[in-house]
């Protein structure tokens, strides 16, 4: 592998939720910003797919959050065993990912990072078969690691938290090939925002308290009926609500505040760094990306219906170090946000806090330790897979 400047660096995602797609977004702006990069390509991998394998990575998802998100909790916990399904997995893959293999050959790159497992996949048993010659690195894109993102062959892996860490070297993996930079977010993230002038240009209070809710991308959740209950809200807050890619949920939502001049209601919007940058308190599902750029702007959070298993596991990190309250009833949602802000100096403390989890400058410590790489992979044997198994559950 080439190891001079003017490398090709190559970024793969796929589009099941936006969060992999945003991660390997904000890695693509380090990588084109930076001189000792020649080429940079960014691509989903799920593009270069049929579309019966596309609709399973990404619309059955999608379509499990809402109907069945105990089966994904369910799933998520069967599933997290190292290597248990892995060969099945990379079969299924490489049966449907002939035309993602063909153009990570056109394109030759010198560095591969990938934001999700399942090309992850395609690139280590690429480099296990000596049929690519190029440093892997793998970027986890939640607070929790996944027995899913494990790969055979790698260079590099890049976790968000120090406890993640201890957990991979605990299974076995090397010390030196795990990097905890924390997960890459847009380095706008990285700029301060004047609230009160941006609440104005948003047509808020600039003195009001102010509260975020956003409905993810996607715009699914129960955001009307936590509208609802924030209405009931009788201290002095404002609401900045984001309803995502959802027309139908922007309406029903636009309707049922049209007589309270407290809500500002809108769709998705491009300038979350500036939305979370004026809010006192977010309101929302933990995703890795989201919370993440929560972190980033000092921004307390509601933790409102976390998906079973990923989001889950994010909540307990955000509780644990104080950066989050939890509405397990949705119900009781404006007795909860009343407490917090009633209390004096909690929201505060809360703010404070988030300084324990947040690194704003992710991409930038990937990109900086990638350029800076001449590892060697390493390969993981059939008896170190079942000493890591064994590890993860001597039972």
């Not at 998520?76 to 993602?100: I, K, Q």
């Not at 399942?118 to 690195?137: N, Q, T, Y």
């Not at 690691?145 to 406890?163: C, G, K, P, T």
């Not at 890795?288 to 998906?307: H, K, Y």
């Amino acid at each position: 592998m080439e190891t001079t400047d003017g490398r090709r660096v190559l970024i793969l995602s796929a589009s099941a939720g936006s969060g992999h797609i945003r991660a390997a977004e904000a890695l693509e702006k380090e990588f084109r910003a930076d001189r000792r990069v020649s080429q940079v390509l960014s691509i989903d991998a799920l593009r270069y797919t049929n579309k019966l394998f596309r609709d399973f990575y990404s619309k059955l998802y999608a379509r499990l959050v809402v109907s069945a998100p105990e089966f994904l909790g369910w799933w998520y916990d069967t599933s997290d065993e190292p290597w248990r399904t892995d060969a099945t997995r990379l079969m299924f893959d490489r049966l449907n990912t002939g035309p993602l293999v063909r153009q990570i050959h056109e394109f030759d790159p010198h560095i591969t990072v990938c934001t999700h497992f399942m090309p992850a996949g395609i690139i280590s048993h690429l480099i296990a078969r000596e049929k690519l010659d190029a440093h892997l690195s793998i970027v986890v894109t939640d607070f929790d690691f996944h027995a899913m993102w494990l790969s055979r062959a790698f260079q590099r892996y890049f976790v968000a938290i120090d406890e993640t860490r201890a957990h991979l070297e605990a299974l076995g993996l090397p010390a030196d090939r795990i990097t905890v930079s924390g997960i890459p977010i847009d380095p706008v993230f990285t700029r301060q925002v004047d609230r009160e002038k941006v609440r104005a240009e948003f047509g808020l209070d600039p003195n009001r308290t102010t509260l975020l809710l956003s409905a993810g991308a996607l715009g699914i959740g129960p955001t009307a009926f936590v509208v609802e209950r924030l209405r009931q809200l009788t201290l002095p807050v404002q609401v900045y609500v984001t309803c995502g890619h959802s027309e139908e949920l922007l309406e029903k939502v636009r309707a049922s505040v049209a007589d309270d001049p407290r809500f500002r209601v809108e769709g998705y919007s491009t300038r979350m760094h500036d939305l979370m940058g004026m809010a006192d308190l977010f309101l929302g599902k933990p995703g890795g990306l989201t919370t993440a750029e929560a972190l980033a702007s000092r921004l307390p959070m509601v933790i409102l219906s976390p998906i079973p298993g990923q989001e889950e596991r994010n909540a307990d990190h955000l509780l644990e170090q104080g950066i989050a309250i939890r509405c397990n009833e949705l119900t009781t949602l404006p007795f909860k946000i009343e407490s917090l802000l009633r209390e004096p100096g909690r929201l505060e403390q809360m703010r404070e806090n988030t300084q324990r989890m947040a690194r704003p400058h992710a991409s930038r410590t990937i990109a900086d330790t990638l350029l800076a790489d001449n590892l060697p992979p390493i390969q993981i044997d059939v008896e170190t897979r079942r000493r890591m198994a064994d590890a993860a559950d001597p039972t």
